[in-house]
């Protein structure tokens, strides 16, 4: 639904992830197109529905690497952590602790993370970025590719849901 503002943040602001809460924007990008399509699917048995894939040039700094054991541990938290069930613990009014690492990090400073995918199907090797801050410009650029001006241009373009939204 916000392909035609891939920048916004908007669609995580509105909903909760893993590494955001409500309210909170977030910009979650995979590093290949595998793990892209994992995590949009995430495991639900219904046929594959169109989607929008949209490629970034990121030029970031302030990223944290999350596969890092020493990194995770020198912040208080571990891979386990990062494996919550966060949408149990959220349903449950609990912050889970990937929300808590990210309050910690922010603080830090810290822009984003590069983290495994916890998509089912997926393994280490699957990764993503997740940005909290980040613009058009230095030190926390990010770009999208279009060269051929493809994204719809407004929120005209989607048809309403079934449910009117």
């Known amino acids: 639904m916000w392909a035609f503002d891939p920048l916004s943040g908007e669609g ?32 639900f048995p219904f046929k594959a529905q169109p989607m929008t894939i949209i490629t970034y040039d990121v030029d970031c700094a302030n990223i944290v690497d999350l596969n890092d054991t020493n990194t995770l541990s020198f912040l208080g938290f571990n891979s386990a952590d990062l494996a919550c069930a966060w949408e149990d613990l ?20 810290v822009a984003g993370i590069k983290c495994r995918s916890f998509a089912p199907g997926c393994t ?23 060269d051929f001006n493809r994204l719809p241009k407004s929120k005209v373009s989607w048809k309403k849901d079934i449910r009117g939204q």
């Not at 959220?90 to 400073?109: E, F, I, M, N, R």
């Open 12 to 43: 995580a602001k509105k909903q909760v992830g893993r590494f955001n809460c409500i309210g909170s924007k977030a910009l979650y990008t995979s590093l290949d197109l595998t793990t892209a399509w994992l995590e949009a699917q995430q495991g």
């Open 90 to 109: 959220a349903t449950q009014k609990q912050d889970p602790p990937t929300w808590q690492l990210v309050k910690k990090l922010q603080s830090l400073g």
């Open 124 to 146: 280490e090797k699957n990764q993503n970025l997740v940005l909290w801050e980040w613009s058009d410009t230095p030190p926390h650029s990010i770009r999208i590719i279009d």
